[in-house]
């Protein structure tokens, strides 16, 4: 019998905001998948006994180490490390993912169960997609298993709503650009502007609008700027901007 590939959100990065049922499935897989942005990975690589020169990068993976204190026998299992690097040439990704999705798929043939934990919630911009989608394709039997989106915990940590009665949310890839974007009626939330900061920064301010941002929320690193001229050029991928009108 086969396996089921399950994509897990482990929520924001708070480990009590981890769901009861992220818990329980990840308890249930045999095997734990995680997206492995280094630019030295080239291949997916399967580790049924845990070998040492793995570790350094589960301490620097942030859906790992939100997991970890909530799933006894975690640090157990088996893994599968899948390259999932930070470029946008489509044939050199689509050949990645490609590679990731055979690599579990002869997993799941052995009749083991795969969890894929990403961070937020596994069907926005997660990483966990571009395999879950070959797999369903080939047949295998998949699972997306719902986190708490962090857009979500950063409204909610700054003590706000996202909106309200007829208003609309928009979830905005900042790193693509958003000038047309920001014209959007409603609230728009900004997510992972990275290195495109400045420009996300410059585009808030020409149009005039009003911006609270949230880095690393959830994790013992966290800030919180509630204007867009104190939030730094530099800040860190993980952050959210929320507009409101």
């Not at 950063?154 to 609309?168: K, Q, V």
């Not at 000038?179 to 410059?202: F, I, R």
């Not at 609008?209 to 991928?237: F, S, W």
């Given at each position: ?94 050949k990645i993912h ?131 001229e104190d939030i ?14």
């Amino acid at each position: 019998m086969e396996g089921i590939f399950y994509g897990v959100g482990v929520g924001p990065g708070d480990p009590e905001l981890l769901t009861l049922k992220a818990v329980r499935i990840i308890q249930e897989c045999e095997v734990i998948a995680v997206a492995v942005s280094d630019k030295s990975a080239d291949r997916p690589v399967y580790d049924a006994v845990r070998r040492e020169e793995h570790g350094g990068y589960l301490k620097r993976c942030t859906a790992y180490q939100t997991a970890l204190p909530s799933v006894p026998g975690m640090e157990e299992k088996e893994m599968l490390y899948l390259p999932m690097p930070m470029i946008k040439e489509k044939e050199k990704l689509k050949k990645i993912h490609d590679e990731c999705a055979d690599a579990a798929g002869e997993i799941l043939a052995q009749g083991k169960k795969i969890a894929f934990i990403t961070l937020g919630d596994p069907s926005i911009y997660s990483t966990c997609l571009y395999v879950h989608k070959r797999l369903k394709r080939q047949g295998y039997r998949t699972c997306l298993v719902p986190g708490i989106p962090s857009f979500c915990a950063a409204a909610a940590r700054m003590d706000t709503g996202l909106a309200e009665n007829r208003e609309e949310i928009h979830i905005i890839p900042a790193s693509y650009g958003v000038e047309e974007s920001l014209g959007l009626p409603g609230t728009k939330v900004l997510m992972k502007a990275g290195k495109k900061m400045p420009a996300v920064k410059q585009a808030v301010k020409d149009r005039g609008l009003k911006a609270r941002m949230a880095e690393n929320c959830g994790m013992p690193d966290e800030r919180i700027y509630e204007d867009v001229e104190d939030i730094p050029d530099d800040a860190g991928y993980y952050s959210l901007m929320i507009i409101k009108e």
